[in-house]
């Protein structure tokens, strides 16, 4: 992810964290979600001088990578830690 990129997740991330947060994602909707962010997205786009669907593709892309990011992160924390997801659930028990 490029820093510009990054700028731009970091940016929706937040104005999602603060128009969602009243909104329980495994009952809301994909599309109610998105068009709550379209205000970011619609001023993102303005300034980037970019439509409007082509934001929202790069928030796809950028949401995907930041996934694969957190899960490398995750398994790294859990090799560092010597032990694997079945050792760490050995030792909550």
Do not use: C, H
């Not at 947060?21 to 379209?38: E, F, H, W, Y």
């Not at 957190?70 to 659930?89: I, R, T, V, W, Y």
Request: glycine letters at 4%; aromatic letters at 6%.
């Amino acid at each position: 992810m490029t820093n510009e990129n990054r700028k731009i997740w970091e940016r929706i991330s937040a104005y999602a964290e603060e128009v969602l947060k009243d909104i329980d994602p495994q009952k809301t909707q994909v599309s109610v979600q998105l068009d709550a962010l379209r205000p970011i997205m619609e001023e993102i786009a303005k300034e980037q001088k970019k439509s409007l669907e082509d934001i929202f593709i790069l928030y796809m892309d950028l949401a995907s990578e930041a996934s694969v990011e957190a899960e490398a992160k995750f398994q790294a924390d859990l090799q560092e830690n010597g032990q694997g997801f079945s050792g760490m659930a050995n030792a909550l028990q």
